[in-house]
């Protein structure tokens, strides 16, 4: 299974960006996908997440600006960002939690994308 984003970039503060996340290989079923995001010298920020049969889940930081939507058909994850703040600079990972076919039931991560919001 791979896992992989696109559609990081600079973008001015209070503009948009759409981060996408797409998934391959042996996938029977995915169980709840999410973002986590890592500013320079800071940690793994919890950003967003859903799962089946659930609303959506928001960190507060991003609540009202960002939203989470996922396309199963297409096993395709995306973050919708607006109002971009300074502070949501950040490289931005995209998780899925993939069921395959062998049985397995495994947390695969994308290798992280760039955005970065200038003032």
């Known amino acids: 299974v791979q896992v992989a984003e696109s559609g990081g970039g600079l973008v001015q503060a209070g503009g948009s960006l759409r981060l996408s996340c797409v998934a391959s290989g042996d996938i029977y079923n995915v169980h709840a996908v999410g973002w986590y995001r890592q500013a320079p010298g800071g940690q793994r920020e919890y950003v967003a997440r859903?799962?089946?049969?659930?609303?959506?889940d928001y960190a507060d930081s991003v609540k009202g600006r960002f939203t989470i939507s996922y396309d199963a058909a297409k096993h395709t994850l995306d973050l919708q960002m607006a109002s971009l703040r300074d502070e949501d600079t950040a490289t931005y990972y995209c998780?899925?939690?993939?069921?395959?076919?062998?049985?397995?039931?495994?947390?695969?991560w994308g290798q992280g994308t760039q955005v970065t919001v200038s003032s």
């Open positions: 859903v799962a089946h049969a659930e609303k959506p």
């Open positions: 998780f899925q939690f993939i069921l395959t076919n062998g049985g397995v039931l495994a947390q695969h």
